[in-house]
């Protein structure tokens, strides 16, 4: 039986009418809708509280049976899931520090729910293959095999975006992680490519070259999969598995703890090396 594959998820909170009045009321716990196709087949639309991590509603949908649509009578980013094969109305709002990114969310929700084949449409660009969001568990015992050096100049590439950081907080991973700078990563630290091995596609030639994994990282493959981790991090989704990569659970909750995580881990890696050099 397949595994349960996230297609979408963005924050949001639930809303509720005011009795019997047309006035929606949004309650302030924190929240995510998932949307994800489910072990049997259908797809599911999910609430999720990001609080106490428990999915509190869970829906199944037909193609074409429901839409997602902003309710215009409301000043706020206030949204209504409702069907047109009954009265069903469920009502949310969006929580994402920033409306930036509101409309994408929607239009790309909007598009699976009349189509579960749908590909998602990301900062405007042209439509990207969905990738599977299992590539990424690795197992408990994994580790990010990164020595100081190399940690060290991740950190360089992440230091390039501390300043924008402060200006911009909704900084996304497609932002750090592109071609221009993760490529250095291969052709300067070769031996990194033997440890991506097992998490690279099976027809890749054995070892894999630094341009096999240039030509990766260029497609929209990649890119899909890099959106649906900064998604994933967006929504607090990946508490346990960035302990598997020897991060502090809390780097799962967003974007910026990740990136504070790895940047703490970088000036550890270099502390630790620096104290055993001066040991031997």
């Given at each position: 039986?397949?595994?349960?594959?996230?297609l979408?998820?963005?924050?949001?909170?639930?809303?509720?009418?005011?009795?019997?009045?047309?006035?929606?009321?949004?309650?302030?716990?924190?929240?995510?809708?998932?949307?994800?196709?489910?072990?049997?087949?259908?797809?599911?639309f999910?609430?999720?509280?990001?609080?106490?991590?428990?999915?509190?509603?869970?829906l199944?949908?037909?193609?074409?049976?429901?839409?997602?649509?902003?309710?215009?009578?409301?000043?706020?980013?206030?949204?209504?899931?409702?069907?047109?094969?009954?009265?069903?109305r469920?009502?949310?709002?969006l929580?994402?520090?920033?409306?930036?990114?509101?409309?994408?969310?929607?239009?790309?929700?909007?598009?699976?729910?009349?189509d579960?084949?749908?590909?998602?449409?990301?900062?405007?660009?042209?439509?990207?293959?969905q990738?599977?969001?299992?590539?990424g568990?690795?197992?408990?015992?994994?580790?990010?095999?990164?020595?100081?050096?190399?940690?060290?100049?991740?950190?360089?590439?992440?230091?390039?975006?501390?300043?924008?950081?402060?200006?911009?907080p909704?900084?996304?991973?497609?932002d750090i992680?592109?071609?221009?700078?993760?490529?250095?990563?291969?052709?300067?630290?070769?031996?990194?490519?033997p440890?991506?091995f097992?998490?690279?596609p099976?027809?890749?030639?054995?070892?894999?070259?630094?341009?096999?994994?240039?030509?990766?990282?260029?497609?929209p493959?990649?890119?899909?999969?890099?959106?649906?981790?900064?998604?994933?991090?967006?929504?607090?989704?990946?508490?346990?598995?960035?302990?598997?990569?020897?991060?502090?659970?809390?780097?799962?909750?967003?974007?910026?703890?990740?990136?504070?995580?790895?940047?703490?881990?970088?000036?550890?890696?270099?502390?630790?090396?620096?104290?055993?050099?001066?040991?031997?």
């Amino acid at each position: 039986m397949a595994d349960t594959e996230t297609l979408l998820a963005f924050k949001a909170g639930r809303a509720f009418r005011r009795g019997t009045t047309n006035f929606v009321d949004p309650n302030p716990t924190k929240g995510a809708i998932l949307l994800t196709m489910g072990e049997d087949g259908l797809l599911h639309f999910m609430w999720k509280n990001r609080t106490n991590d428990h999915v509190e509603e869970d829906l199944i949908l037909f193609p074409s049976d429901a839409n997602f649509v902003k309710v215009t009578q409301s000043s706020g980013r206030i949204y209504v899931l409702k069907f047109s094969s009954s009265d069903q109305r469920h009502f949310f709002w969006l929580q994402d520090a920033s409306s930036a990114r509101d409309d994408e969310f929607v239009n790309n929700l909007n598009g699976y729910l009349q189509d579960p084949e749908y590909s998602p449409v990301w900062n405007s660009s042209s439509q990207q293959p969905q990738a599977s969001t299992s590539t990424g568990s690795t197992g408990s015992n994994s580790q990010l095999q990164l020595n100081p050096e190399q940690l060290a100049q991740l950190q360089a590439i992440l230091q390039g975006t501390r300043g924008a950081s402060s200006q911009a907080p909704e900084l996304s991973l497609s932002d750090i992680l592109t071609p221009a700078n993760v490529a250095p990563l291969f052709t300067s630290h070769p031996e990194l490519i033997p440890t991506l091995f097992p998490h690279l596609p099976p027809d890749l030639p054995t070892p894999p070259s630094a341009e096999a994994l240039q030509r990766i990282i260029n497609s929209p493959q990649f890119r899909a999969a890099v959106s649906n981790i900064d998604q994933a991090l967006r929504t607090g989704l990946l508490g346990g598995l960035v302990t598997s990569l020897g991060l502090p659970e809390e780097a799962g909750t967003g974007i910026e703890p990740f990136l504070r995580a790895i940047q703490e881990q970088a000036d550890k890696e270099r502390r630790d090396s620096g104290d055993q050099m001066d040991t031997d």
